[in-house]
């Protein structure tokens, strides 16, 4: 069974970018527009790992890491940041928040690939 990756981005073309990488590599891909609808998705399935990008409407990535965090489900969970957002101050927010890791836009997919089979196979 593939593993489910919630992409959360406002942008349609990050959303289709990072849902064809990855679905290309084998996983099952759900998108979220914004933090708000990722948080509903997240409690609605199992999610293996959450990409999130950090400037959205309704909800930003840090406030959905925390929230995330908060769910017994999602303690553990890898949560990775994808966002144009590279200061070492945000970094260090998003690692206070219980981001796993970082990667920064625009992003390279066979990076990306590398990463999320580092962290959940």
Not at 48 to 53: A, F, H, I, K, P
Not at 59 to 66: E, K, Q, S, W
Request: aromatic share 4%; hydrophobic share 45%; proline share 5%.
């Amino acid at each position: 069974m593939p593993k489910t990756i919630l992409a959360v981005d406002d942008s349609a073309s990050i959303r289709q970018m990072v849902s064809f990488t990855l679905k290309s590599a084998g996983y099952d891909v759900v998108e979220a527009v914004d933090g708000m609808d990722g948080l509903e998705k997240a409690k609605a399935r199992a999610i293996n790992l959450v990409l999130t990008d950090q400037n959205m409407p309704r909800m930003d990535g840090l406030t959905l890491i925390r929230t995330l965090r908060g769910l017994p489900q999602y303690k553990a969970t890898p949560i990775l940041m994808l966002t144009t957002e590279s200061s070492d101050a945000m970094k260090t927010q998003g690692r206070a928040a219980g981001a796993t890791g970082w990667l920064v836009k625009p992003f390279d997919p066979q990076k990306l690939v590398e990463v999320v089979k580092k962290v959940i196979g």
